[in-house]
């Protein structure tokens, strides 16, 4: 097993409107000893913008702005700008976030050169309703799927809503990697239940017939399913990747069912360098999960939300919303985890 020291909450929600109901599932993204926090800010009534604070070494915060970083603009996302993740590739930032228009989960880019600035992109995931999504993932790959991945179709498809043009595909935790692998862009996303990749060189190519193509093929893309009991509801990925000589780490969410309702657990897996398409390892039990009373009790029960990390000699923190109130982290040797990681089969 692998030793988790928990170090408690670094980030809670205050007293002004934009962020007076929780912070949460923060994008991380280390530069030294500097972090910046992009969190997730939750006013009264379920509206989400993305929130600001630096942090000094791991733990203490040094800065935390009083106005959302990023906010609401565009009908997409007018309801929430949600659990951002950040990476920086060629000189420029990548933020990926869901856009919650009320109804919608969808994945979002924004770009920015000094964070100061930001270039929002639209939607960048399929652009399809229920019913489109079924025909294209029926017409080819059908038997090579889990069954859930149909669920949210026959969900709707027995209330009447899977025509709807409006109610479109979720597709959430969307995640890049830290830089290009083989010239190309590889980005994490999460069409329920499992995480799915997609490789490409140009954001442009991220075209309809992209996607319609994506989809007819959806079998091909999916780098995990969920599998043990801790992740058979469903997963989805976490931060960014950790590029290590033995793959790259991949710290992802994994949920269990229970008879007294879900269970959100942290999860690690690792790939393939040069083929992050290809799965090497799985720890088949969690690699942290609620077990404090912050973590247990708050908006939602039972949550560990693992959305980003920074790396201070082998020591890896792990930061992570628990039960959609607070921002924690969790401490681990990279070293340990790595070696455990290596000896699944």
């Not at 800065?63 to 565009?74: A, D, M, N, V």
């Not at 990390?309 to 921002?327: E, M, P, Q, R, S």
Request: proline share 5%.
């Amino acid at each position: 097993m692998i030793t988790i020291e928990k170090l408690g909450i670094v980030l809670s929600p205050t007293d002004l409107e934009f962020e007076n109901n929780g912070v949460f599932n923060p994008g991380v993204y280390q530069e030294g000893n500097t972090i910046h926090f992009l969190y997730r800010a939750v006013e009264h009534g379920n509206y989400s913008t993305i929130g600001y604070a630096k942090m000094e070494g791991p733990l203490k915060v040094i800065e935390r702005k009083e106005k959302p970083l990023i906010s609401r603009e565009f009908d997409y996302e007018k309801h929430g700008v949600e659990d951002a993740r950040i990476v920086k590739i060629d000189g420029m930032y990548y933020i990926t976030y869901t856009a919650y228009d009320g109804v919608n989960a969808m994945g979002a880019l924004i770009t920015s050169k000094d964070l100061v600035h930001f270039e929002k992109h639209g939607i960048i995931t399929p652009h399809v309703n229920y019913q489109e999504y079924e025909d294209y993932v029926k017409c080819c790959n059908e038997a090579r799927l889990n069954p859930k991945y149909h669920q949210y179709y026959n969900l709707f498809a027995q209330i009447g809503l899977v025509e709807d043009e409006f109610r479109l595909l979720r597709d959430k935790d969307v995640v890049l990697f830290p830089r290009k692998v083989n010239g190309k862009f590889v980005l994490l996303h999460r069409i329920w239940p499992g995480i799915q990749i997609v490789q490409f060189e140009n954001w442009s190519d991220l075209t309809e017939a992209f996607w319609e193509d994506y989809l007819r093929n959806l079998d091909k893309h999916i780098v995990l399913d969920p599998k043990d009991i801790f992740e058979v509801n469903y997963i989805g990925a976490g931060g960014p990747p950790i590029e290590t000589e033995f793959g790259w780490l991949l710290i992802y969410h994994g949920v269990q069912e229970t008879p007294t309702g879900k269970i959100y657990h942290a999860k690690a897996a690792l790939l393939q360098l040069d083929k992050p398409e290809i799965e090497i390892a799985r720890l088949p039990y969690p690699l942290f999960s609620p077990t404090k009373k912050w973590e247990i009790e708050g908006e939602v029960s039972n949550i560990v939300f693992p959305t980003g990390h920074a790396l201070f000699g082998n020591d890896l923190y792990i930061y992570y919303g628990v039960a959609d109130k607070h921002i924690a982290v969790a401490k681990l040797d990279i070293n340990e985890l790595l070696l455990e990681l290596r000896k699944q089969p």
